[in-house]
């Protein structure tokens, strides 16, 4: 079994910056590929990037050049680095984990269906 835990959310001006964390426990063998997803008021959830063990990482084309994800595999842990933030960044974000092989999206994150664990996640807010 695998428990994430997220924390670093806020309420942030538009053009700062936040650092959410993810912390890992349980299966190492599941956290190979650890992402983020958020889901906004009305919204459906949305991939933002996901990282492997290897340091592969893809984007979803909103946060590109704004967001850096990264991993600490030593620990398991993950975060997520956001720059340059905007209103429509606003949302619950979620830490999740154990994906397919990232090769197998191509230049896509994975959708968050295709993730087996997740956290409760952390609100970010922007205005």
């Known amino acids: 079994d695998v428990q994430l835990v997220e924390s670093g959310g806020g309420s942030v001006q538009t053009g700062g910056s936040l650092r959410l964390s993810c912390t890992t426990s349980g299966d190492a063998a599941s956290m190979y590929c650890l992402g983020w997803f958020r889901q906004a008021p009305g919204k459906e959830r949305e991939g933002v990037a996901v990282?492997?063990?290897?340091?592969?990482?893809i984007y979803a084309d909103s946060v590109k050049g704004r967001f850096t994800v990264s991993k600490d595999n030593a620990k398991n842990n993950l975060y997520l680095q956001m720059s340059s933030l905007k209103p429509e960044d606003t949302a619950m974000y979620y830490c999740?984990?154990?994906?397919?092989?990232?090769?197998?999206?191509?230049?896509?994150?994975?959708?968050?269906?295709?993730?087996?664990?997740w956290g409760q996640g952390t609100q970010v807010t922007v205005s």
């Open positions: 999740a984990a154990e994906c397919r092989p990232l090769s197998y999206y191509g230049d896509r994150v994975p959708p968050p269906t295709d993730y087996n664990y």
């Open positions: 990282v492997d063990s290897d340091g592969i990482t």
